[in-house]
C-alpha cells in the first residue's frame, strides 16, 4: 500500500466526545513521526459526527464517499454522542464507512505493555500479545431485518446475520497471512457452531479449506464462549483471533480490557485490495463521562496512528512510535487517570513526543 512519493493525504473525522481531544494528540506524534522519517502527511478535517447531525439532520454530507475516496487513508476518532440515538450513529456512520469502503478486516492488537498492570495480575507482557481479526462487512451487523407492529404487544423485530462463503474466505486468508507472519503462527477461529447451525458451520467448512493452504499454522476452533473464557485463563496461548463481525467486537473488549485500559487499543478498518481508504481509530467510544476534562488516554488513538502508518508502508514510523509509548508507560512516570495516575491528555502526548524525539 506504499507510495512512491511518500507524501499521504489522510482525512480526519475527529468525531465526538473525547474523539476530538485524542486525535489532535495522535496528529501531533504522527508530525514529528513523519519528520523523523522524511516523509509528510497533508491532514483534511471533516467536521462530520453527531454535532454535524444536529446541524444538518444527517451524520456526513451526501457526497461522503466520494470526499472520502480520494484520500491515502482515514483517521478517525470516535463517534457517539447523548444528542443522537447510538443507533444512528453507527448505522448512519460507522457502519456505511466500513462496509462502504470495503474495510473488511477489522485488526486489533491487544497486548499488554510492559509497565501496565493487567487485571490478571501476575501476567506480564509476554502472556497477552493477542491480535483480532474480525470481518467487518457482513455477519451479525449486515443490517438485514425490520420491525413490525411498532408500538403494539405483537412487535417484533428480525435481526439477520449473513454469511457468505466469499466473505469468510478473504477473512480467514488475511488471518492466516497475518499468523503466518508472526513468531507463534497460531490461529483460534470463534466459531459456535453447536447453537448456530446454519451460518457457523459454513463458517467452520470454509476456515478449514483456507487452512489447508497454510500448513505452518497451526490452528484450532474454538467456541466463543470459551474462546471469550480462554483469553482470561489462558492468555498466553492466545495469538491471532479470527472472529465474525459480533463475536470480534465482544471479543476484542475482553482483550482491551485485560491489557490494562480501553484507553489503550487500536484498531484498523483494513480494505486490503486498495480498492479505498483504510480507517484507523482507537477501539473505545467518545466517553462522554469524561469528555471535555482533558484526561482521556491518548495511546490507542496513537497508536491507531502507527498502524495507519504500517499501512502505509512506514513500517519505521510505525515501530518508532510503538518503542516511545512503550518507553513512557514503562516508566511509569506519566499516566492518565484510567491507568491509576493523574497525567492528562497533553501530559501523556508531550512524553510521547519526547521519547519519539529521543528514539
Ligand atoms: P466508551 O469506550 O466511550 O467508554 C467506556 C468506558 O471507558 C468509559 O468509562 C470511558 O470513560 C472509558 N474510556 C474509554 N476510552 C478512554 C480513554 N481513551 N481514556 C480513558 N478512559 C477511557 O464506550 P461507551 O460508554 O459504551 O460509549 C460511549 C459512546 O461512544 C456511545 O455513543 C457509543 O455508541 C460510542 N462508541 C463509538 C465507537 C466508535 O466510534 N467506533 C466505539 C464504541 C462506542
Ligand atoms: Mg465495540
Known amino acids: 500500500m506504499g507510495r512512491d512519493d511518500r507524501n499521504y493525504r489522510i482525512a480526519v473525522i475527529a468525531g465526538d466526545g473525547i474523539g476530538k481531544e485524542v486525535i489532535p494528540a495522535g496528529i501531533e506524534i504522527l508530525e514529528v513521526a513523519a519528520s523523523k522519517g522524511g516523509f509528510t502527511c497533508a491532514f483534511t478535517e471533516l467536521p462530520w459526527g453527531c454535532d454535524y447531525h444536529v446541524a444538518h439532520g444527517r451524520m456526513m454530507p451526501d457526497d461522503w464517499y466520494e470526499q472520502l475516496i480520494s484520500f491515502d487513508a482515514i483517521y478517525l476518532g470516535a463517534i457517539g454522542a447523548p444528542t443522537v440515538p447510538d443507533s444512528v450513529s453507527a448505522r448512519e456512520m460507522i457502519l456505511p464507512l466500513r462496509q462502504r469502503l470495503v474495510q473488511y478486516v477489522n485488526l486489533r492488537p491487544m497486548r499488554l505493555i510492559p509497565g501496565i498492570t493487567s487485571p490478571l495480575a501476575g501476567r506480564v507482557a509476554a502472556d497477552i500479545d493477542m491480535i483480532c481479526v474480525r470481518e467487518n462487512s457482513e455477519g451479525e451487523y449486515c443490517g438485514l431485518g425490520g420491525r413490525v407492529h411498532a408500538g403494539t404487544p405483537d412487535e417484533l423485530a428480525a435481526q439477520t446475520g449473513i454469511f457468505t462463503r466469499r466473505g469468510i474466505e478473504r477473512i480467514a486468508r488475511y488471518a492466516f497471512r497475518l499468523a503466518q507472519g508472526r513468531p507463534r503462527k497460531l490461529l483460534a477461529s470463534a466459531t459456535k457452531s453447536n447453537a448456530l447451525q446454519h451460518a ?12 489447508r493452504d497454510f500448513p ?72 462522554p463521562d469524561i469528555a471535555g476534562r482533558g484526561v482521556a488516554n491518548p ?13 502505509l508502508g512506514e513500517r519505521p514510523a510505525h515501530d518508532a512510535i510503538l518503542a516511545a509509548i512503550e518507553k513512557v508507560i514503562s516508566a511509569e512516570a506519566v499516566r492518565t487517570p484510567d491507568l491509576g495516575g493523574s497525567a492528562t491528555t497533553s501530559d501523556m502526548t508531550r512524553a510521547v513526543v519526547a521519547g519519539l524525539a529521543g528514539a
Open 200 to 211: 457457523m458451520v459454513l463458517w467452520d467448512e470454509v476456515v478449514d479449506e483456507v487452512a
Open 216 to 287: 505452518d499454522v497451526t490452528w484450532r476452533k474454538y467456541h466463543v464462549d470459551a474462546l471469550a473464557a480462554r483469553m482470561i485463563t489462558h492468555p498466553q496461548t492466545v495469538d491471532v483471533i479470527l472472529a465474525s463481525n459480533l463475536f470480534g467486537d465482544i471479543l476484542t473488549d475482553i482483550g482491551s480490557a485485560i491489557s490494562g485500559s480501553l484507553g489503550v487499543g487500536p484498531g484498523g478498518n483494513i480494505n486490503p485490495d486498495g480498492t479505498a481508504p483504510s480507517m484507523f481509530e482507537p477501539i473505545h467510544g467518545s466517553a
Open 299 to 311: 495511546i490507542a488513538a496513537i497508536w491507531a496512528g502507527a498502524m495507519m502508518l504500517d499501512h
